[in-house]
């Protein structure tokens, strides 16, 4: 079809049309008005017939009685494809139109926008943002004028009143944007240029109904209780890993030396809501929550929050999330300031409103919360409260509940978790006042350290990872260099509340995790202060000890643990593996570069003809000179015997109490107790055997060889088969960790005690088993190390008893009239000790005398046939 551009033309096309719409309004004849509009009249043509077309629509709209909804929205959407198209350019006709379209939404039986169609809803509000931006040049102005309020009004309140009770989502946003677009707000580019701001006044002047826009505005935003700021931080708490995580590894309460120099925010673990994924929304409502902090009241804010905090369990967690953002917002930072004259918050004032927040955080109900279910009577203080709360009643809703005295209901996975949310939120609360206040939170540092310090060491790992990080900010805002500097230069309070508090344990029943923190992250300084204390602590499990026995072993493997790397034992024979094999492995490398001599052999013999004789009992006396030395010189008469032995340092008294402690609740009818003991006893008895074994010699030597060797010997025999069999989990066992102790030391305790023949063979034929590669890796490497000290000791048996386990060669005869010598261990195929034992009787021999196998220095060159094996070790499973 043709597009008509003149006036002329157009009319004669659109007049029919008009005059059969205004006889007879129906829906097939507006659309058929709306086809010839679009399809046969350009936009010039349409300008100049604006007002002609408009009559039969705006006459439809008019004429009295009841219309179908479909018509007249058919009649709207035509009337808005016309202004879409158009300007106007008339005052007069830019209010009648603008009061038609509103008519449709009005109903006259109440004061609430008429009951039709969402479409009819929507194509009238779309057809009033239409008309407001067809209006040409400064024609808007004049619509502000005292005489058009109370049409302008009519408007605004119908488009509040769809905002705030529409159901449908798309109606609310066009009823909101269009609202905009009265309020000169709309961003759109074909907008009519921006106001000044003195014309901005003289409109904001004649906005006398701006109060109503705010409050409805207000209730569109608290009434939907997805979009309430303070519902919609509901956070999500039906995350069952949350209270599963438990920090019972002690590295968990060790940070860093080192505290970063600013302040880093300490949200360990991404928080989930309820009502919206995207983290960016979260910014956004944070950085509202700032801005009503920087320039709101504070005062009146936080009295508002805090009675939330108090009245409902509901809002608690969002509520303390934004006291904790008003503060940061009124200390002025990570805010934009938007207005130069505004006047901060005094510094004295902010101190007082966090004084008053820590102390409603770390009040007894509310910093004491069920987060786990334990059967120690502290863990259930707070269940035997008159009114328990905190504890919710479904999945996503919380109620407050209030239980009597004596009742004892169980909390469920959803309250715990909600529980422990409340407590990190509180703990990112302190760190961020310490942000706020900077070096004034000095002075409040004495009623918010020590509490942190319990949460540091709590057995919910999210818990304890948030209270670290708030220590960590705490040290940035006061200027500590790490977090041992914040607790060695507060120790004296510290250690002086742990000292009351354990007078009163019932009250105080975490009083042993700030004892334990504190010595996860402190020095040897520390001690003197400590060393009352921990007496208090054992005299203290002493009355309490089938009550609180587990969270004080904890603070005992603690304090040992510290006192290990706080005095190490320079001389500690059981070194390192990596340090003892690159002793062991030059030994062996001088001995080997040694040629053997005539002499050499000859001493040998001798030597070994002597031992034989004495051992038979063909020896008679020893020479007088071995006579005069065996004699102890005699004392003079002035020296005189110590009546009274010398004290035992410090470190060493504590250690000795701690060890005796636990040796008495090895027997406790708790395994979690009995577990910990043996964790603080057992991998360090055997250490303190080898400790005395570097320091006794002689003295140690029958008590060993008598009690002690039989039982290790036993017990690697009966538990090698277990560890042959076991996977991969197996490594982190405590059978596990006590075998490998004992493997790793009892190498190095043998040769310093240098034991006889008879008590190497014990010891040898013990870790044999242990050379198989069906064993852990780690269990073989500390086999392998054992033998290598018994090398030292006696080569020549250990040669021996090797080769009969896996002889890799074949000897041969040198002169016929020699037997033929025959070893048990020569199959001429690989075994499961193989590679073991071929590496260590590589370590073993001398530079090779016949195709790569030599004897240690002393044994005589057999002939042989070399059996190529394996050179590493490997495990086979």
């Known amino acids: 079809m043709a597009v008509f551009d003149t006036p002329q033309e157009a009319f004669g096309i659109l007049r029919p049309v008009c005059v059969q ?140 009143g769809l905002a705030r009770q529409e159901k449908s989502k798309q109606v609310k946003i066009a009823a909101l944007k269009c609202l905009q677009v009265l309020l000169f707000q709309c961003d759109c580019q074909d907008h009519p240029r921006s106001l000044d701001e003195l014309e901005q006044q003289q409109l904001g002047d004649l906005f006398a109904f701006l109060p109503g826009i705010s409050t409805a505005l207000t209730r569109v935003i608290t009434g939907d209780f997805k979009q309430a700021l303070i519902q919609v931080l509901e956070l999500d708490v039906a995350d069952v890993k949350i209270v599963e995580e438990r920090s019972w590894n002690s590295d968990d309460l060790s940070a860093s030396p080192k505290t970063p120099t600013t302040w880093q925010g300490n949200q360990v673990q991404r928080r989930y809501f309820r009502f919206f994924t995207d983290e960016r929304v979260f910014l956004l409502l944070r950085q509202v ?41 009124a200390a002025g930072l990570e805010v934009e ?97 310490a942000y706020a206040l900077g070096k004034d939170f000095h002075l409040l540092l004495m009623s918010a350290l020590y509490p942190v310090l319990e949460k540091a060491g709590d057995q919910t790992l999210l818990i304890s990872q948030v209270a670290t990080c708030t220590m960590v900010d705490i040290c940035v805002a006061c200027n500590y260099d790490s977090l041992q ?83 190490p034992e320079t001389s500690y024979i059981g070194q390192p593996q990596d340090q003892s094999l690159k002793e062991e492995g030059s ?61 035992l340092p410090v470190h060493i008294q504590i250690a000795k109490d701690v060890m005796e402690r636990c040796i008495h609740l090895l027997s406790d009818k708790n395994l ?51 560890s042959a069999r076991a996977g991969p989990v197996y490594s982190h066992t405590l059978a596990f960790k006590l075998k490998l102790a004992v493997l790793q030391g009892l190498g190095p305790l043998c040769e310093r005690l240098d034991l006889g023949e008879g008590d190497l063979s014990k010891v040898a034929d013990a870790c044999l088993i242990y050379l198989s590669t069906k064993q852990p890796v780690k269990l073989q490497e500390a086999a392998r190390s054992v033998f290598q000290h018994l090398m030292k000791v006696d080569p020549d048996s250990i040669w021996f008893l090797l080769n009969e386990l ?28 193989s590679a073991n034992v071929l590496y260590l009787l590589q370590e073993l021999q001398s530079p090779p005398l016949c195709d790569g196998q030599a004897l240690p220095p002393g044994r005589s060159t057999p002939h042989c046939q070399p059996e190529i094996g394996p050179a590493v070790p490997q495990q086979q499973r």
């Open 21 to 160: 719409l205004t006889k007879t309004q129906t829906v097939e004849n507006v659309e058929h008005l709306q086809t010839q509009l679009l399809q046969a009249v350009s936009d010039t043509a349409l300008q100049e017939l604006q007002q002609y077309i408009l009559f039969p629509l705006r006459f439809t709209l008019k004429t009295p009685g009841p219309k179908r909804e479909h018509l007249v929205q058919s009649v709207v959407e035509c009337l808005t494809f016309v202004l879409s198209s158009t300007c106007v350019k008339e005052q007069e006709f830019l209010q009648e139109l603008f009061s038609e379209l509103s008519t449709c939404l009005y109903s006259p039986n109440s004061q609430k926008p008429a009951a039709v169609s969402e479409e009819l809803k929507l194509a009238v509000i779309q057809g009033l943002n239409t008309l407001m931006h067809s209006a040409y040049g400064d024609l808007m102005e004049g619509f502000y004028e005292p005489s058009i309020l109370p049409r302008l009004g009519f408007a605004v309140s119908l488009l509040l």
């Open 289 to 329: 929550c700032r801005l009503l902090g920087y320039y709101g009241n504070l005062y009146l804010l936080v009295d508002h929050f805090m009675e939330l905090y108090h009245e409902s369990v509901v809002y608690r967690k969002q509520a303390t999330m934004i006291l904790n953002e008003l503060v940061t917002g």
């Open 337 to 433: 300031d938007l207005q130069e004259k505004h006047t901060k918050t005094s510094p004295e004032e902010l101190r007082e409103i966090v004084t008053s927040l820590l102390e409603l955080y770390t009040s007894q109900e509310n910093w004491y919360l069920v987060t786990c279910i334990e059967t120690e009577e502290g863990e259930e203080l707070m269940m035997k409260q008159s009114d328990l709360q905190a504890i919710t009643s479904g999945v996503h809703t919380c109620q407050i509940i209030s239980f009597p005295a004596f009742s004892k209901p169980s909390p469920t996975i959803c309250s715990m978790n909600s529980n422990i949310w409340q407590i990190c939120i509180q703990l990112e609360g302190i760190s961020q006042f």
């Open 485 to 567: 500097d914040l607790i060695n230069q507060n120790s004296d309070y510290l250690v002086n509340g742990i000292s009351l508090n354990l007078r009163h344990l019932s009250l105080h029943p975490h009083t042993a995790k700030v004892l334990e923190v504190m010595l996860w992250n402190s020095d040897a300084t520390l001690l003197p202060l400590v060393a009352d204390v921990v007496q208090d602590v054992l005299a203290t499990l002493d009355q309490f000890y089938d009550k609180r026995t587990a969270s004080f072993v904890s603070v005992l493997h603690a304090l040992l643990v510290a006192l290990t790397q706080w005095f």
């Open 587 to 647: 030994y062996l490398h001088q001995t080997s570069e040694n040629n053997t001599t005539a002499e050499d052999i000859e001493q040998f013999v001798l030597d070994y003809l002597k031992e034989k004789d004495v051992a038979q009992g063909n020896v008679l006396d020893f020479d007088s000179d071995e006579e005069e030395l065996s004699v102890p010189p005699m004392l003079e008469e002035n020296d005189t015997l110590p009546d009274v032995e010398p004290p």
């Open 672 to 722: 979690k107790i009995r577990l910990k003991v043996l964790d603080v006893l057992v991998l360090r008895a055997f250490k303190a055997l080898c400790t005395l074994g570097g320091k006794c010699d002689d003295f140690l030597w029958n008590c060993f060889c008598k009690d002690v060797l039989p039982k290790l010997a036993g017990s690697l025999v009966t538990q090698a088969p277990i």
């Open 806 to 833: 896996y002889c890799p060669l074949q000897f041969i005869a040198p002169h016929p009239s020699l037997h033929l010598v025959q070893r048990r261990g020569f199959s001429g195929q690989q075994s499961l000790y």
